[in-house]
């Protein structure tokens, strides 16, 4: 195994391990700190992170607001209390060893009002942004603006060329390192373009060769390269250690930290980590945002797969192939569909599933009354999380819509984070999480069959970090 050298992150020579951002209260100042205690960078999550009472108790994020604008600047007080107060526990637990950043979402609600809002209440803490999912132009403004390193996340150095031509290249000074999240290996929402075929994977090396060679193009030869998704053992990376054709490189640990005595994911989730298999972690399109994201498959996963095959196309008028009646919603409305699909329809209500919910695509996908009046009042509920949601039909801009239909085939990804995330005491953690959304990479299954985790071992940070240096 190569010796790992350290790198300047933030003015400060620190391990080249980067703990990745993860969304909803997984990404804590508890998890960050000790990270960057160990040596590395340890990064806090700026999506709706817990704030604390005085007795020390999280703050239920609870939305009283009458209009989904209204609730959506509930959200981003939360979202600005929660980030600082993540920051200061990230601070102290580090005692001043290696660096602390902070992830922001550019698609989520509010991005920039609740980055800038961290940043101002939380002076001296943080040592970096780093932000993804999307293309964040304004990135590089708000590092000018508070003097922080900045961290793009890209899936392409077609997409890295774009943010520098429009806005990078007026502040190459603070752009502290450049993330590569390879789109197919990589937890949570990924970067797949829509020529990129998300069933065949692609080498990662010849895509970051390229990422550095259009950085090279504008004198960032030397800026490192921080490699993010399905990352597990550096030996496997060997060649990519010291390589003068990738220039510096780092690594970026997303999936692993998860298994930590640190982290706060319910101990349901830690066991089911421990108990997979290749292949148990999908990467779907039902996410609101729009873009592919790779979680576990469980309860949840299958019954949105489930819904979207629960599904037919219709016509609000008869013929070119729509010519059998059905009434759809409590009223009966008539719309058409084709007669071949008829059948289908009888079974599916035969199975309970009687509700026909449209969609933007003039198809109804069919559900049970329960699930229709949760989507219903999940859509109804929106606080606007995202900038703009499928499932909701909120677009955070006047006139606060997408102007399509809301989407039923996907679902709630706030309501969904936060009660995996918060289970109360008392409740049954097994049902909670598998009816839930559980992100990961797609090396997860390696937890069952890395020695490091025999027996059900549970490593703190420091130790998990130590076992990463030695390469196995």
């Given at each position: 195994?190569?010796?790992?050298d350290?790198?300047?992150?933030?003015g400060?020579d620190?391990?080249?391990l980067i703990?990745?951002?993860?969304?909803?209260?997984v990404?804590?100042?508890?998890s960050a700190?000790?990270?960057?205690?160990?040596?590395g960078i340890?990064?806090?999550?700026?999506?709706n992170?817990?704030?604390?009472?005085?007795?020390?108790?999280?703050v239920?994020?609870?939305?009283?607001?009458?209009?989904?604008r209204e609730?959506?600047?509930?959200?981003?007080?939360y979202?600005?209390d929660?980030g600082?107060?993540?920051?200061k526990?990230?601070?102290?637990?580090s005692?001043?060893?290696?660096?602390?950043n902070?992830?922001?979402?550019?698609?989520m609600g509010?991005?920039?009002?609740v980055i800038?809002g961290?940043?101002?209440?939380?002076p001296?803490?943080?040592?970096?942004?780093?932000?993804?999912?999307g293309m964040?132009?304004?990135?590089?403004?708000?590092a000018?603006r508070?003097?922080?390193?900045?961290?793009p996340?890209?899936s392409?150095?077609?997409?890295?060329?774009?943010l520098?031509?429009?806005?990078y290249?007026?502040?190459p000074e603070?752009l502290?390192?450049?993330?590569?999240?390879?789109?197919?290996?990589?937890?949570?929402h990924?970067?797949?373009?829509?020529?990129?075929?998300?069933?065949s994977p692609e080498d990662?090396?010849?895509?970051?060769?390229?990422?550095?060679?259009v950085?090279?193009?504008?004198?960032?030869g030397?800026?490192?390269?921080?490699?993010?998704g399905?990352v597990?053992h550096l030996e496997?990376?060997?060649d990519?250690?010291?390589?003068?054709?990738?220039g510096?490189i780092?690594?970026?640990f997303?999936?692993r930290?998860l298994?930590?005595?640190?982290?706060?994911?319910?101990?349901a989730?830690?066991r089911?980590?421990?108990?997979?298999k290749?292949?148990?972690?999908?990467?779907?399109?039902f996410?609101?945002?729009?873009f592919y994201s790779?979680?576990?498959?469980?309860?949840?996963?299958?019954?949105l797969?489930?819904?979207?095959?629960?599904?037919?196309?219709y016509?609000?008028e008869?013929?070119?192939?729509?010519?059998?009646?059905?009434?759809v919603?409590?009223?009966?409305?008539?719309?058409?569909?084709?007669?071949a699909?008829?059948?289908?329809?009888?079974e599916w209500?035969?199975?309970?599933f009687t509700?026909?919910?449209?969609?933007?695509?003039?198809t109804?996908?069919?559900?049970?009354?329960e699930?229709?009046?949760?989507?219903?009042a999940?859509q109804?509920?929106?606080?606007?999380?995202?900038?703009q949601?499928?499932f909701?039909?909120w677009?955070?801009?006047?006139?606060?819509?997408?102007?399509?239909?809301?989407?039923?085939?996907?679902?709630c990804i706030?309501?969904?984070?936060?009660?995996?995330?918060h289970?109360?005491?008392?409740?049954?953690?097994d049902v909670?999480?598998?009816?839930?959304l559980?992100?990961g990479?797609?090396?997860?299954w390696?937890?069952?069959?890395?020695?490091?985790?025999a027996?059900g071992?549970?490593?703190?940070v420091g130790?998990?970090?130590?076992?990463?240096?030695?390469?196995?």
């Amino acid at each position: 195994m190569k010796s790992i050298d350290t790198l300047r992150f933030g003015g400060q020579d620190v391990l080249p391990l980067i703990e990745g951002g993860k969304g909803v209260s997984v990404s804590t100042g508890v998890s960050a700190g000790h990270w960057a205690a160990a040596g590395g960078i340890g990064t806090i999550s700026a999506v709706n992170a817990d704030s604390y009472d005085q007795d020390g108790n999280p703050v239920p994020q609870i939305y009283h607001g009458r209009t989904r604008r209204e609730r959506q600047q509930e959200l981003i007080r939360y979202a600005i209390d929660g980030g600082i107060a993540q920051a200061k526990i990230a601070h102290d637990i580090s005692g001043g060893k290696g660096r602390i950043n902070v992830n922001i979402l550019w698609e989520m609600g509010g991005a920039e009002e609740v980055i800038i809002g961290i940043l101002e209440g939380a002076p001296g803490l943080v040592h970096g942004v780093t932000c993804g999912a999307g293309m964040p132009y304004r990135l590089s403004d708000i590092a000018v603006r508070f003097g922080l390193p900045y961290y793009p996340i890209v899936s392409s150095g077609r997409a890295f060329n774009a943010l520098w031509r429009r806005a990078y290249s007026k502040a190459p000074e603070l752009l502290g390192g450049v993330v590569y999240e390879d789109p197919w290996r990589a937890g949570g929402h990924n970067g797949l373009s829509n020529t990129e075929n998300p069933l065949s994977p692609e080498d990662p090396y010849p895509r970051v060769l390229e990422l550095r060679r259009v950085m090279r193009n504008y004198g960032l030869g030397e800026t490192p390269i921080i490699m993010a998704g399905g990352v597990w053992h550096l030996e496997e990376w060997q060649d990519w250690i010291g390589n003068p054709e990738l220039g510096p490189i780092a690594f970026q640990f997303g999936t692993r930290p998860l298994l930590t005595q640190e982290s706060p994911i319910p101990n349901a989730w830690k066991r089911r980590l421990l108990t997979l298999k290749k292949g148990d972690v999908y990467l779907n399109r039902f996410s609101p945002t729009g873009f592919y994201s790779s979680a576990v498959k469980n309860s949840f996963l299958r019954d949105l797969r489930e819904r979207s095959e629960r599904q037919v196309p219709y016509s609000q008028e008869a013929g070119d192939g729509y010519e059998a009646s059905y009434g759809v919603g409590a009223r009966k409305r008539e719309v058409f569909v084709p007669a071949a699909d008829r059948p289908r329809i009888a079974e599916w209500e035969a199975a309970g599933f009687t509700e026909a919910l449209r969609t933007p695509d003039d198809t109804l996908v069919f559900v049970t009354p329960e699930s229709a009046r949760e989507i219903l009042a999940d859509q109804t509920a929106c606080m606007g999380c995202l900038s703009q949601c499928r499932f909701s039909n909120w677009m955070q801009k006047e006139p606060y819509t997408t102007g399509q239909k809301a989407d039923p085939r996907s679902f709630c990804i706030q309501k969904t984070l936060q009660t995996i995330s918060h289970i109360p005491p008392g409740a049954d953690e097994d049902v909670i999480t598998d009816h839930n959304l559980m992100f990961g990479g797609t090396n997860a299954w390696r937890f069952g069959t890395d020695p490091f985790y025999a027996n059900g071992f549970v490593p703190t940070v420091g130790q998990l970090v130590e076992r990463i240096l030695t390469g196995r």
